[in-house]
């Protein structure tokens, strides 16, 4: 983005608005991380007032601020925008930009995988088209009029993740984004609490098509009924289906792993052999949205194949990583029953090492069915195919008391919240030999698990 204050004011149907010409280049809420440029958000909370660090945003290199009309003491000689609400201010700009910009903008969400989702479209686009994507987890009422707000001017291609708890959240993101293309990945059991049944998180997933634009495309795992059910409803959209089973509109199969990545093939709309510098499955079915986005964009079946060899993924998701001698699989960033059987199947199936471990952390915002879903994790762990488990967090001692009638004491540990003990068995008994995969809710912070690995090597 780059407008004066007067187009702003404009937006914001502001009017006598001074220091009209000065120009704003970005968007920023936090002075810790604002850009020369940026047109500085302050939010009013009951613990912090963000018109306080006013002054010290323009001392960053702020060009300009917004500021509440009912907030005393403006400072005096600084380019403000007087606003009523900073929120809906904010909303009222991103508007305003993406009513203007020319680029194609593609929605996403899901239960799971949103975020590796976004990763490889955008890695498997940027080779041929200027791509800007949801930077970290800006996917929400306040992340999502950001991240178009930052758009360059010249971006053809805005990937945009969506993010939700409740209903009606997607609907207003996609009301606001108006994506030509969206993409499903999946549904899972996240925000259960919230939503009470998989059925509901489907229906508050589904409301993505609320906001296309017509004649938009919405592509959406075709394994899954519960979305199959509201397509079938939804007769004059139009979508593309793609999974592992033959009635989709894009299949993979044979699909084998190594240490640098996964190979696949596809049969469907795109048809022949495929690799990604990405390990699992459930990572071929979400670059399969991707295969079929950019086929939508014109581009060819090798052009695909090509850019699929570059993508790299956010930290944190079935990400390889070697501390000393070990290998870990770092897919910390989150966890729900879905990806967390995924992750499993993966690990038990690979070849890629011998001795399998799994180290395992709570999975959060299940609801009351929380206990029933850690337990049921017993169910996909194979004693033959896994050497050790380590599990950690509160929620965990379910499924531990489980898994005690097949692992004996010294390949099965628990702990409520200690990182050090797991660190310490990992340091006693992993080998070269050894594979580990870390897995669990964001708010358990697994990754220290590794980072303490790797400080004791």
Request: with cysteine; net charge negative; hydrophobic share 40%.
């Amino acid at each position: 983005m780059k407008k004066n204050l007067k187009q702003l004011a404009t937006w914001l149907k502001i009017e006598h608005q001074l220091f009209q010409e000065t120009v704003v280049t970005g968007i920023s809420i936090d002075t810790r991380t604002i850009q020369t440029g940026d047109l500085f958000i302050p939010f009013r909370g009951e613990a912090v007032n963000g018109h306080r660090y006013v002054a010290q945003a323009f001392e960053k290199g702020a060009a300009a601020s917004l500021w509440m009309k009912d907030e005393p003491n403006p400072p005096a000689n600084y380019p403000l925008i007087f606003i009523d609400d900073p929120e809906v201010a904010l909303q009222e700009m991103a508007i305003a930009y993406r009513n203007e910009h020319q680029a194609t903008f593609i929605g996403i969400t899901g239960s799971n995988g949103k975020t590796s989702s976004k990763d490889i479209l955008a890695s498997a686009l940027t080779p041929y088209f200027k791509v800007q994507k949801t930077i970290g987890n800006f996917n929400n009422q306040l992340g999502l009029p950001i991240t178009i707000l930052q758009l360059d001017e010249d971006t053809e291609i805005s990937v945009l993740e969506m993010g939700m708890s409740g209903f009606g959240e997607i609907d207003y993101l996609t009301k606001l984004a108006r994506p030509h293309y969206a993409i499903i990945t999946n549904i899972g059991e996240a925000h259960m609490q919230d939503l009470g049944s998989r059925a509901g998180i489907a229906q508050a997933k589904f409301e993505i098509v609320q906001g296309l634009e017509p004649g938009g495309i919405l592509f959406f795992d075709g394994d899954e009924q519960l979305l199959q059910q509201l397509v079938a409803k939804n007769e004059s959209l139009q979508t593309q289906s793609f999974g592992f089973t033959m009635e989709q509109d894009l299949i993979a199969s044979n699909i084998h792993t190594s240490e640098s990545g996964s190979h696949f093939h596809v049969e469907g709309l795109i048809a022949g052999d495929f690799f990604i510098s990405v390990l699992g499955e459930h990572q071929v079915k979400n670059t399969l949205s991707a295969m079929l986005v950019s086929k939508a964009l014109g581009l060819s079946d090798e052009q695909i194949c090509q850019a699929l060899k570059q993508v790299t993924l956010t930290d944190m998701r079935m990400q390889l990583m070697t501390v000393g001698d070990k290998l870990f699989i770092n897919d910390a960033y989150n966890a729900a029953p879905t990806s967390v059987h995924a992750a499993i199947h993966f690990i038990q199936q690979t070849a890629i090492r011998d001795e399998k471990w799994l180290v395992l952390g709570d999975m959060l915002e299940l609801g009351q069915d929380e206990q029933r879903y850690h337990e049921e994790i017993a169910e996909v762990i194979d004693p033959g195919k896994t050497t050790y488990v380590c599990l950690f967090g509160p929620r965990m001692k379910w499924l531990y008391e489980k898994l005690q009638t097949v692992f004996d004491e010294k390949h099965l540990l628990y702990t409520e919240d200690d990182y050090a003990v797991i660190i310490e068995k990992i340091k006693q008994h992993a080998t070269e030999q050894s594979l580990l995969l870390v897995k669990g809710s964001r708010g358990m912070q697994l990754e220290k698990i590794i980072t303490g690995v790797s400080e004791i090597q």
